[in-house]
DNA sequence: GCTTTAAGCTATTACTATTAGCCGTTTGGA
DNA sequence: TCCAAACGGCTAATAGTAATAGCTTAAAGC
């Protein structure tokens, strides 16, 4: 019997691939090891189990979502690095559902766990994003979860088929993004202000 | 042998209750017929299965929800009915993430689906909480869906502990409703710009 | 009170994940 | 180069799942 050269890196991407195909609700042991013309207990030898490795694709789709953000964001400031991470998140939501679909409901067990590093990253670029906008730095933090919200209800409506009407989606998405713009400005000048009475003011 | 007295509602209902007790994703035939002193295949006199089960507590959980925003939305306007639907949604998905989790990723079958009337009663106050603020009508469809997008975003993050930064979520929930509240003042003030120029201008 | 309907049951089938243990391949050291 | 140990595939078996078939009896209607 000759050997398959699997690993737990190549079981992962399998399982990935198939959910994205299938829907991660369809994805079994079984069938990822029927792709890999290889028997079912055979994976056990490289991971642990469906939940590790669920739990393992997840961590593969926040590094590669992680590092679409900052590739669409990099050299580009305010409305421009808004559009392009929040396209970037989209785009790879909708190419990618089942392995988006892994993410939703898990956490770092600790903070050792290789997610909680993942998840740090993919939220480094959105931060960085924000950042550009001058806001009151006690503000980022909402900021940010504001920007997640939005971004992350969004690509799971839409990759469910959650709305209803005829309404172009692609507009509504662009609409978002100029609403979120529009809001950071204003709340960037709320800030600007605040800043103004300081005596180390920017503007001198 | 007694009979338990059982139809399709009391399995849906006590579904959903153990749905929140132990999680969506753990729900099975078994416990639901353990939890309610009946053996599995009793169950299938009153649902189709597993499945239908599923659809049949998630179309539930649309009503309560749209129920629950309705009343929270009553009599109030603009940013009081702006918070109360917020709250209203995020406090319905904290008390019942179970049943909150069936709603993701399902869609009405057909316009007769149940759910599709179940769906839109749901987001009929929510136009009503963006009607006071007096969008332009092309922009009501993009408001209405950024708002779901925000607030089912912003409820499933939670629900499975995903804002992993100690600052407090209560402070960035208020935050984003104020974020979107002045947002949606300003969309209006543009529009009414726009308005002014017609002949029937509201002012006169 | 009898008949019909329907709600419970047991038994069974066909999946699923998972573990135990075997056996041949590959690899690394003498 | 050969041998041993580690490792990656396998078969077989266990336990739990959804779901169906068909029996039996309780409830409802004439």
């Not at 669409?72 to 991470?85: F, I, K, S, Y």
Request: net charge negative; aromatic share 4%.
């Amino acid at each position: 019997m000759p050997r398959a050269g699997l690993d737990a890196a190549a079981v992962t991407e399998a399982g990935a691939a198939l959910a994205d195909e299938i829907g991660f609700a369809q994805l079994s042991m079984s069938l990822v090891a029927e792709r890999l013309g290889v028997r079912t207990p055979s994976l056990y030898k490289h991971v642990e189990g469906l939940a590790d490795l669920t739990r393992r694709i997840c961590i593969l789709t926040v590094t590669e979502l992680g590092e679409a953000v900052r590739d669409a964001t990099q050299g580009r400031a305010r409305r421009d690095a808004l559009e392009g991470a929040a396209r970037a998140l989209r785009g790879y939501v909708k190419q990618h559902p089942g392995r988006y679909a892994t993410t939703v409901g898990v956490r770092p067990t600790g903070p050792d766990d290789p997610l909680a590093a993942a998840l740090e990253r993919a939220l480094t670029p959105l931060s960085a994003v924000l950042l550009g906008y001058r806001l009151d730095p006690a503000e980022e933090t909402h900021a940010v979860r504001m920007l997640r919200s939005m971004l992350h209800g969004f690509a799971t409506l839409e990759i469910s088929d959650g709305f209803q009407m005829s309404t172009s989606v692609n507009t509504s998405f662009t609409w978002m993004i100029d609403f979120i713009d529009q809001g950071l400005k204003a709340a960037a000048e709320d800030a600007a202000v605040g800043r103004e009475v300081l005596p180390q003011s920017p503007q001198l």
